[in-house]
C-alpha cells in the first residue's frame, strides 16, 4: 500500500469533519496538534482539539467545499466555502482557509480563519 501523501490527509481530515468521524480527523493528527482557530481559540493536543470537533455551539455536521489546495514543502494551504447550522443563530455560511503545517507525516498545526459570507 503506497502510503498517504499530505494531501491525502487534508483530505482525510475533511471527510473526517463532513461526517462527524472523530477517528477518522483524530488519526491525521501528530498527538500534541495545535488547531489556532483564528479571532476564536486555540487548542493544544488531540483531546481538545476532538472537543472542538463537535462544537456545542454547532448541530450537525458541516458541509465543506474544497476549492483550492497548494502544497509547498510541509504545509497544505486550502481554501473553500462552507455551510454549517448555529444552535442560536440557524444555518449560515462562510468562506475558510486552513493552514496545515506537517512534522513526521502528520498534521502538527492547523491554522483556521472562518469568515461568514451574507
Request: proline residues 6%.
Amino acid at each position: 500500500m503506497t502510503p498517504k501523501t499530505q494531501r491525502d490527509l487534508v483530505a482525510e481530515y475533511f471527510e473526517g469533519f463532513r461526517t462527524s468521524d472523530h477517528p477518522r480527523i483524530l488519526a491525521t493528527l501528530t498527538d500534541d496538534v495545535e488547531w489556532v482557530i483564528h479571532g476564536h481559540r486555540t487548542t493544544c493536543g488531540k483531546a481538545e482539539f476532538d472537543g472542538e470537533i463537535e462544537n456545542p455551539a454547532f448541530t450537525g455536521s458541516p458541509e465543506l467545499d474544497v476549492q483550492r489546495t497548494h502544497e509547498d514543502g510541509p504545509v497544505v494551504v486550502t481554501t473553500g466555502e462552507g455551510h454549517g447550522t448555529s444552535v442560536d443563530h440557524g444555518r449560515f455560511q462562510f468562506a475558510f482557509n486552513d493552514l496545515f503545517t506537517f512534522r513526521d507525516g502528520l498534521i502538527a498545526r492547523v491554522d483556521s480563519y472562518v469568515v461568514p459570507l451574507p
